[in-house]
Nanobody, 122 residues
């Protein structure tokens, strides 16, 4: 069992930056990812990282603005978000998976955090 705890969400002005953190406790996982869910919409993949190799994958609309990283020693993942836009407003969730599959498939992920609210004001 892996417990994920996100932090770092808040309200910022458009063009601003935030860094989200996801602290993992417990067992094994192979990848960590960030999803987001806006009101009335589905939960969508944002970025993912292979925990051992460090390889990364991004939603096209966040490439060049968001960076996913991890600190293995602290078992913590990060999502650095720059040049934020109002359309980035959502609850951001950290997720972890033990096995393979599509980055975009929420069903792939075995563990989920509780979510952290990010609001970008115009």
């Amino acid at each position: 069992q892996v417990v994920l705890v996100e932090s770092g969400g808040e309200t910022v002005q458009a063009g601003g930056s935030l860094r989200l953190s996801c602290a993992a406790a417990g067992g094994y996982f192979a990848v960590m990812a960030w999803f987001r869910q806006a009101p009335g919409k589905e939960r969508d993949f944002v970025a993912g990282i292979s925990w051992n190799e460090g390889s990364t994958y991004y939603l096209n609309s966040v490439k060049g603005r968001f960076t996913i990283s991890r600190d293995n020693s602290k078992r913590t993942g990060f999502l650095q978000m720059n040049s934020l836009k109002p359309e980035d407003t959502a609850v951001y969730y950290c997720a972890a998976a033990r096995g393979g599959g599509s980055w975009y498939d929420a069903g792939r992920y075995d563990y989920w955090g509780q979510g952290t609210q990010v609001t970008v004001a115009a």
